[in-house]
């Protein structure tokens, strides 16, 4: 069966496109869950018939919104990581990339309800994680003992602190070096098995 292409939208409605989804990200990193459609369409400068012709409803618009920011940051850092010939910098770009998103976009997951929404995007994400783990555990450069399992744990503890770390802005990185020290092997603590599931 053929499936049509996607339509190509003309250069002023790609424009209202573009408009919608900061418009989207500004309202969401002030109103969060509480943010709605209408003022989103005023900011963008759009009428709301114009924001709904493109987007049927806020989780669509949420959808749109991390999904670009997917493709601008993390993308690219996974590409980066994957291709490193220090694996220590790879597991780096790796955390620094989702950490990067989570505290710019903290709002839009607030307004998406939680993560959840976007596990195929995760799916990617640590199925990329695990290569860079795994080349920088070959290198005994990250211990050992920690499995692939401890990553969506160990990065969801991480993003929690760019709630915490005192506003927009990058505090989360003194959490980020904590961590990497405990992942360096030298002097570390044998760990209990991972818990399944």
Not at 70 to 85: N, T, Y
């Amino acid at each position: 069966m053929n499936v049509p292409a996607p339509r190509r939208l003309r250069a002023d409605a790609a424009r209202n496109v573009d408009r919608i989804v900061l418009a989207a990200r500004e309202v969401f990193a002030v109103a969060g869950a509480e943010a709605q459609l209408d003022d989103i369409a005023r900011r963008a400068g759009v009428s709301e018939a114009t924001l709904y012709r493109h987007f049927a409803n806020k989780e669509q618009l949420i959808n749109t919104v991390v999904r670009q920011r997917f493709a601008d940051v993390v993308e690219p850092a996974i590409q980066r990581a994957l291709g490193d010939e220090d694996p220590w910098q790879a597991v780096v770009t790796m955390l620094e990339a989702a950490l990067t998103v989570a505290a710019e976009e903290s709002g839009t997951f607030a307004a998406a309800g939680g993560p959840g929404m976007f596990l195929e995007l995760a799916t990617r994400y640590f199925d990329a994680f695990t290569v860079v783990l795994r080349r920088a555990q070959d290198a005994r450069l990250v211990r050992a003992d920690l499995a692939p399992e401890d990553l969506p744990r160990l990065t969801t503890m991480l993003i929690s602190t760019t709630h915490v770390a005192g506003g927009p802005g990058e505090g989360w990185r003194r959490y980020l070096m904590l961590l990497l020290d405990a992942l360096r092997p030298a002097a570390a603590t044998p760990l209990p098995p991972p818990n399944p599931g």
